[in-house]
């Protein structure tokens, strides 16, 4: 079957730093892969949309600058955010697809990241 | 405006009552779903592009897409149902998600 295994889980870090977290696809070919994140007390927000061989797509508030992404086969991708402070935090979450936009979407644990 | 509304925002059952969740979409739609948040974050899929009425155990999801509407329904409670119901919808490419419903079951 399908998985998406995203790691690490929970993480911790010092306001101004970055951390990076990875999505790994299992059983299937992640041919566009899709980060969201949900603020506390908030839903899921789409940060991007990742689709190999063309360009990676932010949604608006959500840049490269803040948020690069790697997608570098069809099996794996990281985002890594930059300079995190109180507002990063939340629960991201990567979810991943083979084939086109009609295809289901797999999402992974998610990665929780706190700020302090 | 929102896309995706939910309601209630949350619910308070005994367990054994019946729980009746409500997801509006403002915008036509390819297709949606209905995902279980566990208290820890991580998302399941409990209904993927219904159409008409599935049942997958106690759960019941009745979905009409042309009028833009999907309820979920859980007989019989249980204090594991606990929890936050989302809802999403599909367009272009995109999940859009819905606020939630937060779920409490007391026992």
């Known amino acids: 079957g399908a998985l998406v295994y995203q790691y690490p889980r929970r993480t911790i870090c010092k306001s101004g730093t970055s951390m990076r977290m990875e999505c790994q696809a299992v059983?299937?070919?992640?041919?566009?892969v899709a980060w969201y994140r949900q603020s506390p007390q908030k839903t899921f927000e789409l940060i991007a949309l990742s689709t190999v061989n063309s360009a990676i797509k932010y949604e608006q508030n959500f840049t490269q600058e803040k948020f690069p992404i790697s997608h570098p086969n069809l099996s794996f991708s990281s985002m890594t955010v930059l300079n995190a402070y109180l507002e990063d935090r939340g629960l991201y979450l990567c979810?991943?697809?083979?084939?086109?936009?009609?295809?289901?979407?797999?999402f992974g644990h998610g990665t929780k990241l706190s700020v302090l | 405006g929102q896309q995706v509304q939910q309601s209630p925002t949350s619910l308070v059952l005994q367990e054994g009552e019946n729980a009746e969740l409500q997801c509006n979409f403002s915008t036509s739609l390819n297709s949606m779903q209905w995902f279980y948040q566990r208290p820890g974050g991580s998302l399941i899929s409990v209904f993927y592009n219904p159409s008409g009425t599935k049942q997958s155990g106690r759960l019941t999801s009745t979905t009409v897409i042309k009028e833009r509407r999907s309820s979920l329904h859980i007989s019989s409670s249980q204090i594991t149902d606990s929890g936050t119901y989302l809802c999403?919808?599909?367009?272009?490419?995109?999940?859009?998600f819905g606020q939630g419903t937060k779920l409490s079951i007391k026992p």
């Open positions: 059983g299937f070919q992640a041919t566009s």
């Open positions: 979810g991943a697809r083979e084939g086109g936009t009609n295809e289901r979407l797999f």
């Open positions: 999403a919808m599909e367009r272009w490419g995109k999940l859009i």
